[in-house]
């Protein structure tokens, strides 16, 4: 009997453990696909999991010898919201993405970047989109720290 209760304990835990690693909130990097010199919009996708997010801020590290000019615009679910960017260094680019009448943030494509595969870039190719965890983070409503989980994206030269 205490067996059995020591193993029902248990798998509630496991069960309890992997609801919360879900309901994280996440931003991803979209997958597309390009061509040599082509311009091309990358979605950056949130999903709240139903957290009242106030502000997303990341880091997107690229090679800028694959992919230049890139050019940040709000994406629909990013209407009404401010974004403010910043080149780091060659390669690095800083986005936030925030509301001044502090209203949350909705699940969708949240900002669009425009990269330029440049020339130089062969049939075949992938083009890393990666965002830099130690810098990637969210606060809700109540200014709080908010834990936010990441997928990377590349992009596929045709």
Do not use: W
């Amino acid at each position: 009997m205490k067996k059995q209760s020591l193993l029902s304990i248990v798998a509630m835990l496991v069960v309890s453990a992997s609801a919360f690693a879900s309901s994280q909130p996440a931003v991803s990097i979209a997958n597309i696909s390009a061509l040599p010199t082509q311009t091309v919009q990358v979605p950056i996708v949130l999903a709240t999991q139903g957290v009242r997010l106030a502000t997303v801020r990341m880091d997107i590290k690229y090679d800028p010898l694959l992919v230049s000019n890139p050019l940040v615009t709000i994406g629909p679910a990013g209407v009404g919201k401010t974004v403010s960017t910043n080149t780091l260094s060659s390669g690095a680019l800083r986005v936030s993405l925030f509301d001044v009448q502090n209203t949350p943030l909705s699940d969708g494509t949240i900002i669009n970047i425009a990269f330029t595969v440049t020339s130089s870039v062969t049939s075949g190719s992938t083009i890393n989109l990666i965002f830099d965890s130690g810098t990637l983070g969210a606060c809700d409503l109540e200014t709080n720290d908010v834990v936010i989980t990441s997928e990377n994206g590349v992009i596929s030269v045709n």
